[in-house]
């Protein structure tokens, strides 16, 4: 639903891929299906093989291919990591499972476009029936981060080992090639509604709550008057929100000061002007719907928007003010303005985007430029409905190349801290293994494994 704010971290892809193959695995619930392997109290169903190599070889767009033992391997180690999370009392907190379920849940609902239709999507009795599933695997996620960083938390690399690192494999002919990269950073002018045009929207929705409260429906008047894109499915009905429900600050303050049957006086946030209703205290949740109406903004005020920020890119390109200097002094985007317009990658949490990866609108303004060179100023606009006009700056460009151990530091430091934190989880594997019950099922009793898991055919 478009009231929330999510940012992604570098492990949602993986995520993404997991949750996304267990719902598909509760809409296919009803096939035969046979137990795979048993580790401690878990276990691995031969189906969740097959769809975990599958999604595996869509996401990596078929350059990754993996057998059923490999990925049945793959499978029993994040196993043995949940088993000994339990075992070891690693605690996860209710809150932090709420937040990435509601996380989840925004990104699925995004691509599909209500959670109505992801819950007859994946065959699902109703969205509360959704979160109970999306809780138990995101708890289990959990423990596994939590025992994976526990075993890893005293590893490091050395100066020296990142070298020795890159030299073998500079001998083996095995140096990664590091795609195209640039960072970027931007300006950013809103054009805002006048304020007559918002004390029309607040006189507007004070009559629609005026009405309401006297009777008249606030599901046909939220579907008549609503800007909410997805009103026509759930007719201005949130759902159930709580505390920890990313949702925007102000409209959760709202909904938790009414009382049941209540409607709130118009609130202002970053999507436009709501009315909320209060349907239900359910626990720690409310039930709640809305009206949200957007100010109008006139086409003079977007070119005069457009004109403003046009001179000061011209003063740029004049030098009689840096990039960095512009976006202190006028940009209006509260998240870049103080670090001099640098945009993060949201999918990484790192300033640095691959070229080929980029949203297709984004790498057709930016591909042919080169470092130190500004786009065109073009026309964006929020699903908030936030419109402006914007300026993008190439901060640092790097083209395709074979890595190299000074420009490519940073990055074969990580690959070396990676590649020594997975011989400390080997190494942890093979002594937990040896003290866990593991059965494994009599098809996959012929795989080579590089553990020991058929250690119980001993």
Not at 52 to 74: A, P, Q, T, Y
Not at 326 to 341: I, N
């Amino acid at each position: 639903m478009m009231l929330f704010k999510t940012k992604i971290s570098k492990n949602t892809s993986l995520l993404i891929t997991f949750l996304f193959t267990v719902l598909l695995t509760h809409a296919q619930q009803n096939k035969v299906d046979g137990v795979a392997v048993v580790v401690g109290k878990n276990i691995v169903l031969d189906s969740d093989i097959e769809k975990f190599k599958k999604e595996v070889e869509l996401r990596s767009e078929g350059k990754i291919s993996i057998s059923d033992c490999e990925m049945l391997e793959e499978l029993m180690q994040q196993k043995l990591l949940a088993h000994h999370a339990v075992v070891d009392s690693v605690t996860v907190s209710q809150g932090d499972i709420d937040s990435r379920v509601n996380r989840s849940i925004a990104f699925f609902t995004n691509e599909y476009g209500s959670e109505e239709k992801v819950v007859e999507a994946y065959g699902f009795n109703d969205i509360e029936d959704l979160r109970k599933e999306l809780e138990r695997v995101q708890r289990e996620n959990t423990l596994i981060e939590k025992e994976q960083q526990k075993i890893t938390k005293d590893v490091d690399v050395t100066p020296e080992e990142v070298r020795l690192y890159f030299n073998g494999l500079k001998e083996k002919g095995e140096l990664p090639e590091i795609p195209a990269e640039v960072e970027l950073a931007q300006l950013v002018l809103y054009a805002e509604a006048s304020k007559e045009e918002e004390e029309r929207v607040v006189k507007k929705l004070e009559q629609l709550k005026k009405e309401i409260e006297n009777g008249a429906s606030f599901d046909l008047k939220a579907i008549i008057n609503s800007d909410d894109p997805s009103v026509a499915q759930n007719k201005g009905n949130l759902g159930i929100i709580t505390k920890e429900t990313n949702f925007i600050k102000e409209f959760k303050e709202a909904a938790f000061s009414l009382d049941e049957g209540q409607i709130s006086e118009p609130i202002k946030t970053i999507f436009g002007y709501h009315i909320i209703k209060l349907h239900k205290i359910r626990g720690q949740g409310r039930e709640v719907s809305h009206i949200l109406i957007q100010p109008e903004i006139s086409d003079e005020k977007l070119k005069e928007t457009k004109e403003e920020i046009e001179k000061i890119v011209a003063d740029i390109k004049e030098g009689k003010i840096t990039f960095e200097e512009a976006v202190r002094k006028y940009s209006e985007d509260k998240d870049t303005k103080l670090s001099g317009g640098l945009l993060m990658n949201p999918y990484t949490g790192e300033p640095t985007f691959e070229l080929t990866r980029m949203p297709p609108d984004l790498f057709g303004r930016i591909s042919e430029l080169k470092q130190g060179e500004l786009s065109d100023v073009f026309y964006d606009e929020t699903r908030g409905g936030e419109k402006m006009y914007k300026v993008i700056f190439i901060k640092h460009r790097t083209d395709t190349h074979k890595a190299d151990i000074v420009e490519d530091y940073v990055r074969m430091q990580q690959f070396a801290l990676e590649k020594k934190k997975e011989e400390e989880l080997n190494k942890w594997s093979k002594e937990k293994i040896s003290e866990t019950y593991i059965k494994l099922g009599s098809d996959y009793k012929k795989c080579s494994f590089k553990k020991d898991w058929k250690k119980e055919n001993k």
